[in-house]
């Protein structure tokens, strides 16, 4: 957090100059053991619930997105606990009740920032391959496993691809 401090002030002035305030987003998603936490992001949308997520864009916020800066002050969540570097990707809560027995084991280990499903493909990817890759991580977690996707990683957020999160269809449990 202390080598990224700089780059936290740039993104909050900018946050405050455009006045797109709050400048966090937080959500409670499910963690290690199926527990709740906060998970904390830099706020990418507008807060008008009345347009859809493709009318409350703004720039700043496409930018931390495209950029994956947006993700950003998980590394509060990774420092408490929360979270790890490296995991499935933490879900909303409200796919809880949703999950297959399988899809449970995604929470046998600690969510992480960017994981094994981000780096072959993110929300390019179905969910019932998402969630084959989460099993996987699960079940052959190592060091090794984990540099390589933190190569990945580093590689894809070089890379800039477009975003396409906001056209992702909602988890209905029939994956």
Known sequence: MIVFSWLYVVIIFV?????ELPIFFL???VGLGGSLFSLIKFRT??????RSLQGRRFWWGNFLRATSLD???????????????VGPRPLPDYYLPLYSREQLR?????PGVTGLAQVNGRNRLSWKE???FDVYYVENVSLFL???IIFKTIVLLLSLKKDVSLNEERFTGNE
């Open 146 to 148: 984990d540099l390589q």
């Open 130 to 132: 998402k969630f084959r």
């Open 45 to 50: 949308l507008s807060i008008d619930e009345t």
């Open 15 to 19: 946050y405050l100059i455009q006045r």
């Open 71 to 85: 993700e950003l002050p998980q590394l509060w969540n990774v420092l408490k606990g929360d979270m790890s570097l």
């Open 106 to 110: 995604r929470h046998e280990v600690r």
């Open 27 to 29: 959500q409670k998603r």
